[in-house]
């Protein structure tokens, strides 16, 4: 297979473009992977267009799907549903070496005895591309992700991140139409990752080539990609830039899982003009209130978004932990938003999260009160768990 790379880690041929092509668009149409002996797809009916250029991270849980949906788009999984397009082409039955991509694994996949350069190149060299050729290609890579005075050694000469370039080098001197990124920062120190991702970031927009990143770190999603797609149980549960999944999330799901520290939950109910939060009223739309399915409804605030009111006012919070960061600190506590009168009392009892002065913060043990902040309320449907209003 003179255009194909074998991987032995995942034991399939990645292909090898030898020219320069435009970028391509990718679209998942109702993409499904039903592994044999499950009953459930691991991905169910996935759909998602990808902007020429653009950098898409899928995100999620452990077993959500986001590496299935990666591989499928690779062509190292099957496709038992829909199809999968990348440009005008329906690469849905096509072998890996024939979709024009090039994936970037977390265990890097070097081969140890040889050189950074020729690692680089060893695709371009069984593809049968002119010597001078790829030199031209491995130096022009290797000055892109700094790694010119490394070209001559061996890779366990190198640390993790130095590693992780390689492989990212040996990806870009095939010029493909789309990277594939699974996990590729998991194996390096906390440090090192928030550098690294943002290396992957600046270089996708200097290439401006079509990325599919797979993590399951939220904040690495966030940070890196144009667009963030998550996914629970294998199906996708909302798609759209950062901004909006934090500032809009469309279910209770996205809500918690988007944002660090994560956005706070609480069962309230709803009163005439709005909803009861602890002690205090807060007063909501009835338009939004009317979409509920019944009286109760969830309402999300985040730690940044509340006040420090005066005893009784708002949402009473018996404090667990102070984390003092320097200008800002977090508390850590439970909070009861409402009260119940059947057995269930404590149902009300929630973790909750809020940022405040860290240059004044409130002392371990003691108990304050919390108002959401006008404007800034989340509010979905206790049943569906979907977003009540815009």
Not at 74 to 91: F, P
Not at 188 to 198: G, N, P
Request: net charge negative; charged share 25%; with cysteine.
């Amino acid at each position: 297979m003179a255009d194909a790379l074998y991987n032995g880690s995942s034991g399939t041929f990645l292909p090898v473009k030898e020219g320069n092509e435009a970028m391509a668009t990718v679209r998942f149409d109702n993409s499904t992977r039903l592994y044999p002996g499950n009953d459930k797809p691991s991905v169910d009916k996935l759909n998602i267009d990808i902007a020429d250029g653009e950098f898409l991270v899928l995100v999620g849980p452990s077993g959500c799907g986001k590496s299935t949906s990666l591989r499928m788009l690779a062509g190292l999984e099957e496709v038992n549903g829909g199809k999968i397009w990348i440009g005008d082409r329906d690469v849905t039955n096509l072998s890996p070496k024939d979709r024009d991509v090039a994936m970037v694994f977390q265990n890097y996949a070097l081969y140890p005895h040889m050189t950074v350069a020729d690692n680089m190149g060893f695709a371009l060299k069984i593809a049968g591309v002119d010597k001078g050729e790829i030199r031209k290609r491995v130096e022009e890579a290797g000055k892109i992700l700094d790694l010119t005075q490394y070209l001559e050694r061996k890779p366990k000469a190198l640390s993790g991140g130095q590693r992780q370039r390689v492989a990212m080098g040996r990806a870009i001197v095939r010029s493909p139409q789309v990277f594939l990124m699974d996990e590729p920062l998991s194996n390096l120190d906390a440090k090192l990752r928030v550098q690294t991702r943002t290396q992957i970031a600046s270089l996708q927009r200097r290439l401006g080539v079509t990325t599919v990143y797979v993590t399951h770190d939220q904040v690495e999603a966030m940070t890196m990609g144009d667009r963030v797609a998550l996914l629970k149980d294998g199906i996708l549960q909302q798609c759209d830039t950062p901004r909006n999944m934090y500032d809009r999330p469309t279910n209770v799901f996205v809500a918690g899982f988007i944002g660090s520290p994560a956005m706070n939950l609480l069962d309230v109910e709803q009163v005439d003009g709005g909803v009861s939060v602890g002690a205090s009223k807060v007063a909501v739309d009835r338009e939004i209130l009317a979409g509920a399915s019944g009286k109760r409804v969830t309402l999300g605030v985040r730690p940044e978004d509340l006040d420090v009111v005066s005893e009784g006012q708002g949402i009473p919070v018996e404090i667990d932990v102070v984390e003092e960061l320097g200008a800002d600190a977090y508390i850590y506590g439970s909070a009861k938003a409402s009260t119940h009168t059947e057995a269930d009392e404590d149902a009300g009892e929630r973790p909750f999260i809020a940022r405040v002065d860290g240059r004044k913060p409130p002392e371990k043990g003691s108990t304050i009160y919390l108002a959401p902040k006008p404007g800034h309320l989340h509010l979905f449907d206790a049943t569906s768990g979907l977003r009540l209003g815009k």
